[in-house]
């Protein structure tokens, strides 16, 4: 029942429990998934420019390392500072309309 979003790597044998937000590499088992980063190697393989995976980079650091900021706010962040960027727009998307929750726990968390 969750959802994994476009262009996301779960690692095989990973547990889902909660939604995968997209352009994400997730691992882990069901209590403990955690996400390492940005599917930079299949972004660039799928033909997305490199300038668009740079803004998902710096959207992922916004959302998912930056401890001060509540996610409602990160997310506000983002969808005023990068509302030229459809594919973080697309993150940002998937975090409101998720019903299960998403993955945030990070490796360095």
């Known amino acids: 029942f969750c959802r994994i979003g476009d262009h996301a790597y779960v690692g095989g044998m990973s547990g889902i ?3 995968v937000p997209p352009y994400v590499i997730m691992e882990g ?4 998934m955690r996400i390492s980063g ?3 190697i299949g972004l660039r393989r799928s033909g997305m420019e490199r300038g668009v995976i740079k803004k998902l980079e710096e959207a992922f650091k916004i959302l998912f390392r930056s401890p001060h900021l509540l996610l409602k706010d990160s997310l506000a962040m983002l969808q005023e500072e990068m509302k030229d960027c459809a594919e ?3 993150m940002v998307d998937f975090f409101h309309s998720s019903k299960r929750g998403v993955v945030k726990r990070t490796i360095d968390d």
């Open 88 to 90: 973080v727009q697309l």
């Open 38 to 40: 940005i599917n930079k």
């Open 17 to 19: 429990g909660r939604d």
């Open 29 to 32: 088992t069901r209590n403990q």
